[in-house]
């Protein structure tokens, strides 16, 4: 019972370190369980987007771009796993040329596409543990799930960070878990006025209530770097907070507490911060994960002549996998963020702008198919709807696409 206890006290943090910094991997996973020697995969695919550049096309009429083009990208993967250490190493790159010319301007042809990942778990005795996790990506899409980017950018932008922590078991419930982080945003030269760099310190307490649950307090202190006019910002969180597992195929983690904001222009504010994420297996076909944050948010803020000092912003989603045979596997999801800028500042003469909300909601549906051990035919479609108050940022899209995959 007491080795049980040990383990498990520590189970969730050294699950975590496998996944990419995602909002969904808030919630431990248990995806990866063995070895897995170093493996290729290639994909090709058409697509079709009728609104290509959607933040230029809705401020200037007329200018939709209709657009064809052509994805291609190789990737790698590894995972090492023993019972001292784990590494979990991926890589992803590729590229997106249009076929048809785009006429909107600032828009290029072809777009290159990269991730690259490495995380690392080290258990050095029963007590003490180290984790790494880095992560890497060069695209011009945003992923939702990682809540920063919301809108397609006029030119890839860079994002990456790294997560370095120790965790000590103190006794059979306690352990604690203490480290740092960097992440940086950088947008290119068409919007570097919302470049961001991250740097934060946190520590978790961890008290294990039964086989089942955690109980957490999390305190983090983060500070932010802003480019152009957007202030700078110090960010301090108090959280209480759980992890119960329903079953060995369910899982839930969430936080609740107070996000302390000061800005180095504008006005300090204070406010609640929550987040949430599950992940369960319903059955042998049906696998299910979600998220929600709400927090004020430094990214996305500054715009040509006016900046907002705080941004409240809630993101949702879920992401679902649904097998109907061995050789066909469904995937749809859903995504919803809602901002409130608050606090705007005029960078020119002009009167300081109004307060602005955007709603966007992004839905997709796609297909798996497996022809044999190492290739698949897959499928997508993919809406987006934006309503804001902001300028060039109330649109529609649709993107369609077809492919094919190998893996070996």
């Known amino acids: 019972m007491k080795k049980s206890l040990i383990v498990l006290s520590l189970a969730p943090i050294i699950a975590n370190v496998v996944c990419a910094q995602g909002l969904y991997d808030i919630a431990p996973s248990d995806e990866i369980k063995e070895d897995s020697p170093l493996s290729w995969s290639a994909g090709l695919s058409y697509s079709y987007d009728d609104n290509v550049s959607p933040t230029i096309a809705s401020g200037n009429q007329g200018a939709n771009d209709k657009a064809s083009s052509i994805n291609a990208y190789v990737g790698a993967a590894f995972v090492s796993i023993t019972p001292q250490t784990t590494w ?35 258990r050095i005795n029963e007590r003490l543990r180290l984790s790494s996790r880095n992560y890497l990506a060069y695209e011009l899409e945003p992923d939702y799930s990682y809540g920063f980017a919301t809108d397609r950018q006029l030119e890839e932008y860079l994002h990456y960070q790294t997560e370095n922590a120790v965790g000590y078991r103190w006794s059979e419930r306690l352990a604690t878990y203490t480290g740092f982080s960097v992440r940086e945003v950088l947008f290119g030269d068409d919007a570097d006025e919302n470049d961001r760099s991250l740097y934060s310190l946190f520590h978790q307490f961890r008290y294990r209530v039964s086989e089942q649950t955690v109980l957490t307090f999390d305190y983090k202190y983060n500070e932010t770097e802003s480019s152009g006019t957007a202030s700078d910002s110090t960010n301090q969180f108090f959280l209480l907070g759980v992890e119960h597992r329903f079953s060995p195929n369910s899982v839930i983690a969430a936080k609740t507490g107070l996000q302390k904001r000061e800005v180095d222009v504008g006005e300090d504010e204070n406010s609640p911060f929550a987040e949430a994420a599950i992940r369960t ?31 409240s912003t809630l993101r949702f989603g879920v992401s679902a996998d649904y097998v109907i045979s061995p050789q066909l596997t469904l995937q749809g999801g859903a995504n919803l963020i ?57 649109y529609d899209r649709n993107r369609v696409s077809i492919g094919v995959r190998t893996e070996f």
């Open 281 to 311: 297996r319903m059955n042998d076909q049906l696998s299910v994960r979600s998220f929600a944050r709400y927090s004020i948010e430094d990214y996305g803020t500054s715009f040509d002549g006016f900046t907002y000092d705080n941004n």
């Open 338 to 394: 809602m901002t409130d800028m608050q606090d705007g500042r005029s960078t020119t003469l002009a009167p300081d702008p109004n307060d602005a909300d955007t709603d966007l909601v992004n839905l997709y549906l796609g297909f798996t198919y497996k022809i044999n051990d190492g290739v698949y035919v897959t499928g997508s479609y993919n809406w987006t709807d934006s309503d804001s108050d902001l300028p060039g940022r109330t």
């Open 88 to 122: 979990d190493v991926f890589a992803r790159l590729g590229g997106n040329f249009y076929t048809d010319a785009l006429e909107a301007a600032d828009t290029e042809d072809l777009y290159g596409q990269a991730r690259l990942g490495a995380n690392f778990a080290h």
